[in-house]
């Protein structure tokens, strides 16, 4: 059933500060979705095992009872291309609508993985369309065929769950949490075998969570404010020339809005050495990857060094710890899909690049020191929060169209990001249900944003994927190549010798 465009939906709360960040983004076509894919493994007995491009009984259950207690899964946006964009209620919409089967014809499983990377790309260049009547999220089902009877004994019982969204309304954080929420409601609803209605009907205002800005307390010290306010508006021969840093090309409006995407698989195995050597370092994994990246890099950008003397990279944080707590308040909870994240800077100076840069570097020491640096740093950012947080100074920005397009020209302020969605815990599965093996999470192409995007995301007990995406023509194809590379050999090294990346 598609809803009723003949008369003006009804607005909900208007977009806060960091929602508006991401609308004026989708509406210029310069940031467009958000998309976490998790590989459903079937057993062999359940009667919901994948078959051509049925969508089973079960699954529409599981996901319309998600869908009826996610407010953020049933609004719209209007005024996208204003300062004054709202949430809308959408009274009805058909389920059929937002979900698609596609079969993805391959003759060895390395080309079915070529083509579900290749895919979650694609998700990345769609716009959102009747976004005042249509909630912006879909899901879109890859299952593998094949005439090779050995790859369809590799593949069978298989399939991918893409789940691409709106940034305005909700985070990779919320994109994780949707699928352990659909891996328990297919498991509650493995028996249904019965067609059930998917139009579903919402006659009452969905119940959003505030915005950011209220629900986090942020405070702003008047040296922060000034200092930041500084940096963007002073005159140019008032301030110290800034560090020039590698970050490929400037932004560019005008190029071709087309995602790359390679993952990196990360064994169960592998990731748990990596994990004891990070404990026995003090430090985290997404620090580890960091400084991984860094050296990478450093290496590779060596031939042009007065194009890469220094790097910088950023590292979003989840708010979800610092929520204001209102127990009475459904909305709070931490089941809620919805958008809590700011970021982290860290810089790499001259001094750093050329000691990875050196003949006689010990570059397992100093992969490790940089790690450590990184972690430092992101410690310290979590014990300030919500204090003097750039993401309380978005209500500065006026003009969020003029902001953006301000940036089209101008050099990219960061190298890369590292983004960690953390593990998928799926709660303990029905004999007939599906199992989660596999989260592939990317962010996709961003245009004013940094040029390489590092994208982490694992399943309990399973892998851990790392996708690198680009904008295509951005960043060159042989370099990226050569970060992958460099990133699966530095990882099977270590676990390998147990002590050494390289």
């Known amino acids: 059933m598609v809803a009723d465009n003949s008369t003006s939906p009804q607005t909900l709360r208007k977009l806060g500060h960091s929602e508006h960040f991401s609308s004026t983004r989708h509406h210029l076509g310069i940031y467009r979705c958000v998309t976490v894919s998790c590989r459903h493994l079937y057993p062999p007995s359940s009667p919901s095992l994948p078959q051509g491009a049925e969508i089973s009984p079960s699954f529409f259950a599981a996901l319309a009872s998600i869908v009826k207690e996610q407010p953020a899964l049933r609004v719209g946006i209007t005024g996208e291309d204003s300062g004054n964009a709202h949430f809308t209620h959408i009274p009805q919409f058909d389920l059929r609508d937002h979900v698609s089967v596609q079969s993805v014809p391959c003759e060895t499983a390395q080309e079915y993985e070529d083509k579900i990377a290749e895919h979650q790309g694609w998700e990345h260049d769609q716009k959102w369309q009747n976004l005042e009547t249509r909630p912006p999220w879909r899901i879109t089902i890859l299952r593998p065929t094949s005439n090779n009877e050995a790859v369809l004994s590799q593949l069978g019982g298989q399939e991918d769950v893409f789940f691409a969204f709106h940034h305005s309304l909700m985070d990779g954080t919320s994109g994780r949490l949707f699928h352990e929420l659909l891996l328990s409601a297919l498991a509650a609803h493995q028996d249904q075998d019965k067609e059930i209605p998917t139009a579903l009907s919402f006659p009452e205002p969905a119940s959003l969570p505030e915005p950011l800005e209220a629900a986090v307390n942020f405070t702003l010290s008047f040296r922060f404010i000034v200092g930041i306010l500084w940096n963007h508006f002073a005159p140019s021969f008032l301030k110290p020339k800034k560090q020039p840093i590698w970050n490929a090309k400037p932004v560019d409006f005008a190029l071709p809005f087309k995602t790359r995407i390679k993952p990196i698989d990360i064994s169960p195995e592998t990731l748990s050495v990596l994990l004891d050597a990070c404990r026995s370092h003090s430090v985290t994994l997404t620090a580890l990857l960091h400084s991984l990246v860094l050296a990478s890099l450093a290496k590779r950008l060596s031939s042009s060094p007065a ?88 209500k500065f920005v006026g003009d969020w169209d003029a902001f953006w397009r301000g940036k089209d020209g101008k050099p990219r302020t960061e190298s890369w990001e590292i983004s960690n969605i953390g593990v998928l815990k799926s709660a303990e599965t029905a004999n007939n249900s599906p199992k989660a093996t596999r989260m592939f999470f990317s962010n996709g192409t961003m245009v004013a944003g940094p040029p390489i995007g590092v994208d982490v995301a694992s399943v309990a007990g399973s892998k851990l994927t790392v996708s690198l995406s680009w904008q295509d023509t951005i960043v060159d194809d042989e370099l990226m190549d050569q970060l992958r590379s460099d990133l699966r050999g530095y990882a099977d090294k270590f676990s390998e010798t147990g002590s050494s990346f390289v």
């Open 307 to 394: 194009e890469s003397p220094a790097f910088l990279s950023g590292t979003p944080i989840n708010l979800r710890p610092y929520l204001t707590k209102k127990p009475d308040d459904k909305t709070s909870g931490s089941t809620t899909l919805r958008c809590l994240v700011s970021t982290c800077v860290h810089q790499f100076s001259p001094k750093t690049i050329s000691a990875l840069r050196a003949p006689d570097a010990d570059i397992n020491a100093l992969i490790w020191e940089n790690a450590l640096q990184v972690k430092k740093e992101l410690a310290a950012k979590l014990a300030l929060t919500p204090r003097d947080d750039i993401t309380a100074m978005l």
